[in-house]
């Protein structure tokens, strides 16, 4: 009997709370926890009262399964397919294990009686001095002795009665509490047909235990024996039978045995995986962090660099203007409130001095733009191990590359090359006039792409395999204008680069006294690190911002001090 198996949800609602089904033991009904009374084997081995299974709610084998009759376990893997029935049949399922029972015409009462449960349940009764044992006779008192003649367990009025009768003033009489050393004390099966008779013989053509009665009336002419001359025959092919049964017991307790392994293992990797992305996530967090830091700091000098070249250039602007306004100003002043001989004295003067205003050359444009941007697709290497982005794009002119890598289903690399993979590049306000792209197998699962853009602006980048778009595709990328180089030098101060040369200049608008147009260590506007001479940059590996060109002249603009 499987008495740890637990049932199937459809029936919990019938059972009693807290009951757990199958480890009542041999001798107790699993639906009302008492001790078996009139027990009935189902096909699946589970036994139960009648009273028990008359109480089950039965229904029609074909309204529920189409006519398909299984006594195994409903939705088991292990069931034995029969014809369908035409004739609808009442079935019951089973308390304990939640398999269909197809009753007999009889109904539940039809059902074999498990003896063997009955022989436990009076043990069991002995074993608790008699309680709940009553007198076979009169099925009202308790019993006190039994009769080994006629395996009746009697009370004492019963007893007395027993004795006085012809028939059984012989028959063997014991008091019960010696029989607690017994293994078997079960009374006579008798047989339903007749049940004045005992079932001693076996009908071999309807393979089932008879009476005497039975051989002379319904099986007369069937070959039958005694039942102890037939029962090793048929012992051994039940020990057949049950030898070929144990090693599928053994399989499938060690089948459960790995299984509960492989989840016990699961879950040991469902952590361990999870404290790794746990690991890697706060890891990229704080590269990310990091490198936040970083691009912001380097946001921050784009800032400065970018302000003071602006505020340079403001104040160069602002000297020029009030140079001129007070050439201009005096000027009129003189032509309009001067004598001849006034205007004559200080015309050299006033003259030489426009023609060097008229002269110097400036810009009206601002000397730098206000374009900053980031691009996350771009990647800028890598912080503490990790992969990070950087404030960079395409550019023009200059060759694009990007990494395909195909993966599986499972999320798995490739492995291989051989795929069909189709890039387009297409800029966005010329799309009749895609870049060409070159496709390179690795050979590995990853596939090099490289494209060179002719202008800068808006492009989409089209990557298909077998006609089909890979993930994110079509992305958008923007291509900036080709790197500006210095066109200056990147100096500690422009009187080191420059030899001590008065007229050597510096965008960082340092001066120096005695007539050094620019900047030196320690003086007004040095800004005390190295810098480009050009653009003021402090990033050796750097674009220049200074918009006047290589050639432009700037001799004449005054250096300040921002």
Known sequence: MSEKRKPLLGLLGKLPRGTALGNSGKTHCPLCMGLFKAPRLLPCLHTVCTTCLEQLEPFSVVDLRGGDSDTSSEGSIFQELKPPSLQPQIGILCPVCDAQVDLPMGGVKALTIDHLAMNDVMLESLHGEGQGLVCDLCSDREVEKRCQTCKANLCHFCCQAHRRQKKTTYHTMVDLKDLKGYSRIGKPILCPAHPAEELRLFCELCD?????????????????????????????????????????????????????RVNTALQERVEAVAADVRTFSEGYIRAIEEHRDKLLKQLEDIRVQKENSLQLQKAQLEQLLADMRTGVEFTEHLLTSGSDLEILITKGVVVERLTKLNKVEYSVHPGVNDKICFSPQQKAGRCRGYEVYDLHRAREKQTASFTLLCKDAAGESMGRGGDSVQVAVIPKDKKDSPVRALVRDNKDGTYYISYTPKEPGVYTVVVCIKEQHVQGSPFTVTVRKRHRPHPGVFHCCTFCSSGGQKTARCACGGTM??????????????????????????AEKSECTWMGGQNAPRSLLRTVAL
Request: proline fraction near 8%; include cysteine; charge should be positive.
């Open 208 to 260: 089932r235990p008879v009476c005497r009665d039975c051989v002379v009336g319904e099986h007369r002419e069937h070959p039958y024996d005694f039942t102890s001359n037939v029962i090793h025959k048929h012992g051994d092919s039940v020990r057949e039978l049950l030898k070929g049964t144990q090693p599928h017991v053994e399989a499938l307790e060690e089948a459960l045995l790995q299984i509960k």
């Open 513 to 538: 006294p005695g007539g050094y147009l620019g900047c030196g260590h320690g003086h007004k506007g040095h800004p005390g690190r190295p810098h480009w001479s050009c653009c003021g940059k402090f």
